[in-house]
């Protein structure tokens, strides 16, 4: 008799999404800025300023890279209508990021978003011990979406975003001697500054951004994941890490990244401490972050710019 609870693989890839539009303006781009503390520190500082004000008008503030990660925002309510998909999303967890800009976001657009299954893999059993305060194994799957956003009017293309997700109590469907795996591109390879205290109200802000998990807000909620209280937005803690790159190694140009990359590796507490470290390699900044009172990375990945800053 067939599992009614295990996933159909076959019809997961096949599904096909509806393209989305995501209109956004000045406004939207300097609330961002300051969900991922721009100008925490010091409210005039020239590096960070441009993000939220510019002396000739909001229409000419510049656009943090990571804001591209709101395009992809809306394929993750749609995962509940995949067919043969079948998960808690209550459980549901950031694993990675891969972002790519193929032109500098303008302050305010109209953004049309193709979204598709880039990949979908059975990860079977796994043991989350140090993450989790309970429920802390059972099965679990990622999946992998791919959105590409293009400037509406123009029809250019301006990001492409890779989220994987990982989908607590959605794996175990397959051979466990040969786990299902399923992928449709390439794979990725995967100094320091201090970062102020993030505030305890972080999430509370970052969400207004458009990422409305409760996992974020909700105590209860939280608790049911397996944590003590509500995290920080992985998107956000990218967020402060690629800022800190900007400032320290692109001189405060954020036109000179080209890609970025992100693992998530553990969850931030609002009001924890972030340290991002990181290392130039020709054209390429490796970083890592880590949440300074327990002394654990949380985050890590590279960045590759087009070109390095003329002061290096």
Known sequence: MADN??????????????????????????????????????????????????????????????????FSLRGLPQLSGVPGLKFDKRLLLHGQQYIEIHKPLPSNASILNKT???????????????????????????????????????????????????????????????????????????????IPKTQPSAALLYRLSGDYNPLHSDPMIAKVAGFSRPILHGLCTLGFAVRAIIKCICRGHPDIVKSIFARFLLHVYPGEALITEMWLEGLRVIYQVKAKERNRAVLSGYVDLHRLAASL
């Not at 300051?34 to 000739?56: I, S």
């Not at 999946?143 to 997700?165: A, D, F, I, M």
């Open 116 to 194: 598709t299954i880039a990949g979908f893999h059975d990860k079977g059993l796994y043991s989350l011990p140090e993450m989790m305060s309970s429920n802390s194994g059972g099965k679990a799957a990622i999946l992998e979406l791919e959105t590409r956003s293009y400037e509406k009017e123009s029809g250019e293309l301006l990001t492409l975003n890779r989220t994987s997700v990982f989908l607590r109590g959605a794996g175990g469907f397959s051979d466990p001697s040969k786990p299902f795996t399923y992928s449709n591109y390439p794979v990725n390879p995967a100094s320091a500054m201090k």
């Open 5 to 70: 609870s295990a996933c159909n693989p076959d019809l997961i890839i096949a599904h096909k999404f509806p393209d989305t539009t995501y209109v956004y303006t000045e406004r939207d781009v300097a609330v961002y800025a300051l969900g991922v503390g721009a100008c925490g520190r010091d409210a005039v500082d020239t590096d960070e300023l441009k993000y939220v004000y510019h002396e000739n008008g909001q229409q000419f503030i510049k656009v943090l890279p990571t804001f591209s990660t709101l």
